[in-house]
């Protein structure tokens, strides 16, 4: 039985690997054309922009890809009489399917732990690069309110940065305007640089503008004063802010699950933050579904079934399922279209489609006519 397993599952990873790479060198290249007056001149930057590039149309490709690799295992199966011969020395649907089936899961979930990584960056890296800001990258004029739950109540502030470089944890042309309990102006704070160290924002050298309690003619009606440092904006770190005060949602997997919750804490809408968890975590495992579907239809032998069609078939059935997802979860991303519906439930009923499949007879192939 291992021996059977290692087969299968040698051929199908190394389909995968092809199939993957192929399709993401078509990408890369395609869209090499379509940009290249765009690239920069520097060698060194066109390589990282490739590298990039094909980061990003793997993550776009990746569950396609494990499907193909099904289609093309199952295929050789057929075609060299290895599946007749499996089925003849009594092996079951399941014990052929679930070297193939249990691969891809284990791939998936390696492919959705590769987000906590900076792999999820890619398409933001390569960007940057056309962009001309690859070396210094850098956000503008971001705008926010920011709320703190003290003793006496809850302090408000709106905060503004001129420049926001998120690699270098450092922020440029601060100001803060604090309200009271009332929404009134109470202080205005001031100063020309921030860097995030110890999970804040600490802004340097920075000056207090604050409103007098009593205005009294010929008396000051502000009061200034001076301060080494001054901290806010806890948990909010620079990737944080940079992609949703800039509408890149773009997330490592841990940055995401903290720029939800901080949101969450804030009263901010966080659809799209959910919408990009899902598209995560959930998206890529439709593909094991698929691939039990397909092996529904599974031809014996191709003496009794046209395999050609069986590929035909299946590779279209493939294409229909990952096309629709992927535009269902670009309507959610826009607003037009709750995840829930766009992604959830087709993914239940992929699976139980799928488990409706396993249970419903002990052989699962169906010669295609």
């Known amino acids: 039985d291992m021996a059977k397993n290692i087969y299968i599952i040698k051929y199908y990873i190394r389909y995968f690997?092809?199939?993957?790479?192929?399709?993401?060198?078509?990408?890369?290249?395609?869209?090499?054309?379509?940009?290249?007056?765009?690239?920069?001149?520097?060698?060194?930057?066109?390589?990282?922009?490739?590298?990039?590039?094909?980061l990003y149309a793997t993550s776009i490709l990746f569950p396609i890809?494990?499907?193909?690799?099904a289609i093309l295992t199952l295929s050789k199966l057929i075609k060299d009489n290895s599946l007749i011969a499996l089925y003849s020395v009594g092996y079951s649907d399941r014990s052929i399917l679930s070297p193939i089936f249990f691969t891809s899961i284990t791939i998936t979930l390696i492919f959705i732990f590769s987000y906590t990584t900076n792999f999820a960056y890619s398409k933001s890296m390569a960007n940057e690069i056309i962009k001309g800001n690859a070396l210094n990258q850098n956000s503008k004029n971001l705008f926010f309110k920011y709320e703190?739950?003290?003793?006496?109540?809850?302090?408000?502030?709106?905060?503004?940065?001129s420049k926001l470089y998120s690699l270098q944890s450092l922020a440029?042309?601060?100001?803060?305007?604090?309200?009271?309990?009332n929404g009134n102006l109470v202080e205005v704070i001031r100063a020309t640089h921030a860097f995030y160290e110890n999970s804040k924002w600490v802004i340097h050298s920075a000056r207090?503008?604050?409103?007098?309690?009593?205005?009294?003619?010929n008396k000051k009606a502000v009061n200034i004063r001076d301060a080494e440092q001054f901290f806010v904006l806890e948990g909010f770190k620079p990737e944080i802010l940079d992609r949703i005060y800039e509408s890149e949602m773009d997330f490592n997997l841990i940055d995401l699950i903290e720029a939800?919750?901080?949101?969450?804490?804030?009263?901010?809408?966080?659809?799209?933050?959910?919408?990009?968890?899902?598209?995560?975590?959930?998206?890529?495992?439709?593909?094991?579904?698929?691939?039990?579907?397909?092996?529904?239809?599974?031809?014996?032998?191709?003496?009794?079934?046209?395999?050609?069609?069986?590929i035909f078939g299946a590779v279209i059935l493939s294409l229909l399922v990952w096309g629709t997802l992927f535009a269902l979860i670009k309507l959610s991303f826009s607003g037009n279209l709750l995840i829930e519906i766009a992604l959830l439930i087709p993914m239940l009923l992929l699976a139980f489609?799928?488990?409706?499949?396993?249970?419903?007879?002990?052989?699962?192939?169906?010669?295609?006519?």
């Open 17 to 54: 690997l092809v199939v993957l790479t192929g399709l993401s060198l078509f990408f890369v290249i395609m869209d090499f054309v379509q940009n290249a007056k765009e690239l920069p001149s520097s060698v060194n930057l066109q390589i990282l922009y490739f590298y990039y590039k094909t």
């Open 65 to 69: 890809s494990l499907i193909f690799a």
């Open 148 to 161: 703190v739950v003290e003793s006496s109540g809850v302090e408000t502030y709106y905060i503004f940065f």
């Open 172 to 181: 440029e042309g601060i100001r803060l305007f604090k309200l009271d309990l």
């Open 208 to 217: 207090f503008i604050e409103s007098s309690n009593s205005i009294e003619l």
């Open 260 to 310: 939800m919750k901080l949101m969450a804490s804030q009263g901010f809408n966080i659809d799209k933050l959910t919408v990009s968890l899902y598209n995560i975590i959930f998206y890529p495992l439709f593909a094991p579904f698929v691939i039990i579907l397909i092996f529904s239809r599974l031809p014996i032998s191709q003496r009794f079934s046209n395999i050609n069609l069986f």
């Open 353 to 369: 489609g799928a488990l409706i499949v396993v249970h419903s007879s002990e052989k699962l192939s169906r010669p295609i006519k």
